[in-house]
C-alpha cells in the first residue's frame, strides 16, 4: 500500500475536483478494464472530471462493463487523447509496470509528460515513472488492490453496485476464477462484500464466458488440434497461423483463455501459445506454468515480455515457425542449466 504520508497527500489532492485520466495497459482484460472502470465511477462520485484512455480497443466481451462506452481508444483518438493527458492534474496508471506496456508510441508520448502520475500494479519490476507508486506482487489482480486503495482512502461508501462489478470482473478473470495460488483469504473476503453490494455473480460470470460465438468456438477447436506436447520438457504449445485466425473471422479477445488449456495436461509445468500477428510484424506469445517454473523470467530472458510467475507475455519478431523452434531450443537451454 501507499505510504500513509502518500495516502494523505493523494486524498488532499482528491479533496477538490480536479482533472483525471486512468490509462490502462495496450490489449485490456478484464483487470485492466475491470479496475479503470471501477476506479472511474469512485472518482465520478468526488466530482472529478474523469476520463478512461486505453491504448487501443478491448474485447467484446467486456463491452458491457458500466461506461466501457465512454472509453477513449489512444490509436482511434489520438489527438483527443492526447490533450487529455497533457491537461491531466493527475494520471493513473492501472495493471502495467512500465510505460511501454501504452504500446511504443503512446507509451513513448507519455515519458514526454511532466504531469503527476499514480502506478497501481501488481506486476514485478516496476519502473520509476510515477510519484505515488503502489506495487505488491503479492496481489492476484490489479482490481483487488484498486478496492484496498479505496477503502484506504475511506471511500469505501463509493463502492456502489457499478463500482463492485467492475472490480469483481477483474479479480475473477485474474484469478482463473478464484483459483490461481494469489486467491488469498483476503480475495474472498473482498468479493463477499463486493457481492453484498450488488454484484450478481453468477451474472457477470455467464457475460464473461457463456456468451461466445460459433466462430469463436471454431477457433478454440482449431487451437486445440494444434495442441503439441513435448513431454521431455514437461511442456506444451499451441500456434494460431494469421491464416487461421482470418479462417474464423478472429476478433479481438477470441484467444482469451486457450493458453490455459495447455496446462490442463498431465505432467505439463510449461506452456505456450504463439499467434501469428502479421498487420504487427509479430508472434504474440502467452506463457502460462504451474509450481515454482517461473515464466516471468523466461519471457524476460527469451522473449521480450514479462509479467508473473505464472503467468507471463511477450513477442518474437521472427516467423512462426522459427519462433516455436527458439522455444523449444530455450526450453533445452533451462534444463541444462
Not at 505510504?3 to 490509462?23: C, D, F, G, M, Y
Not at 472529478?48 to 458500466?66: C, G, K, M, R, Y
Not at 450478481?200 to 482449431?222: I, P
Not at 502460462?288 to 513477442?315: E, L
Request: charged share 20%; hydrophobic share 35%; glycine share 6%.
Amino acid at each position: 500500500m501507499f505510504t500513509s504520508s502518500e495516502l494523505n497527500e493523494l486524498k488532499s489532492l482528491l479533496a477538490e475536483p480536479k482533472k483525471i485520466t486512468i490509462v490502462s495497459h495496450r490489449n485490456p482484460d478484464g483487470d485492466a478494464m475491470g479496475s479503470s472502470l471501477g476506479l472511474l465511477h469512485v472518482l465520478k462520485q468526488l466530482n472529478h472530471q474523469v476520463t478512461f484512455i486505453s491504448p487501443n480497443e478491448f474485447p467484446e466481451f467486456l463491452a458491457w462493463l458500466p461506461n466501457s462506452n465512454d472509453v477513449v481508444i489512444f490509436e482511434k483518438q489520438q489527438n483527443v487523447a492526447e490533450e487529455l493527458l497533457k491537461s491531466s492534474d493527475l494520471i493513473f496508471t492501472l495493471d502495467f509496470n512500465a510505460l511501454h506496456r501504452t504500446g511504443d508510441f503512446m507509451g513513448n508520448f507519455m515519458k514526454t509528460l511532466s504531469n503527476t502520475m499514480v502506478l497501481i500494479d501488481h506486476h514485478e519490476l516496476p519502473d520509476d515513472y510515477a510519484k505515488y507508486l503502489f506495487s505488491n506482487t503479492n496481489y492476484g489482480s490489479t482490481c483487488e488492490m484498486v478496492y484496498d486503495f479505496i477503502n484506504a482512502l475511506d471511500y469505501n461508501n463509493l463502492i456502489n453496485k457499478e463500482v463492485a462489478t467492475c472490480i469483481y470482473t477483474g479479480i475473477l478473470t485474474d484469478s482463473g476464477g478464484f483459483r490461481f495460488p494469489k486467491t488469498t483469504p483476503a480475495t474472498h473476503r473482498c468479493v463477499a462484500q463486493l457481492i453484498e453490494r450488488g454484484v450478481n455473480n453468477s451474472e457477470v460470470y455467464n457475460l464473461l464466458y457463456d456468451n461466445s460465438t460459433y466462430n469463436r468456438l471454431q477457433l478454440l477447436g482449431r487451437a486445440l488440434q494444434n495442441l503439441k506436447l513435448l513431454p521431455e520438457f514437461n511442456a506444451s504449445y499451441i500456434t494460431l497461423s494469421q491464416e487461421e485466425l482470418n479462417d474464423f473471422n478472429y476478433q479481438k479477445g477470441d484467444t482469451e483463455g486457450i493458453v490455459n488449456y495447455g496446462l490442463t495436461i498431465k505432467d505439463v509445468f510449461i506452456t505456450a501459445i504463439f499467434i501469428e500477428n502479421k498487420d504487427e510484424g509479430i508472434i504474440k506469445i502467452s506463457f502460462r506454468s504451474q509450481g515454482d517454473y517461473d515464466v516471468n523470467q523466461f519471457a524476460r530472458k527469451y522473449f521480450n515480455g514479462g509479467g508473473h510467475i505464472n503467468a507471463a507475455g511477450g513477442k518474437s519478431f521472427s516467423n512462426l515457425e522459427e519462433t516455436v523452434n527458439q522455444f523449444i531450443a530455450n526450453l533445452a537451454k533451462e534444463k541444462q542449466s
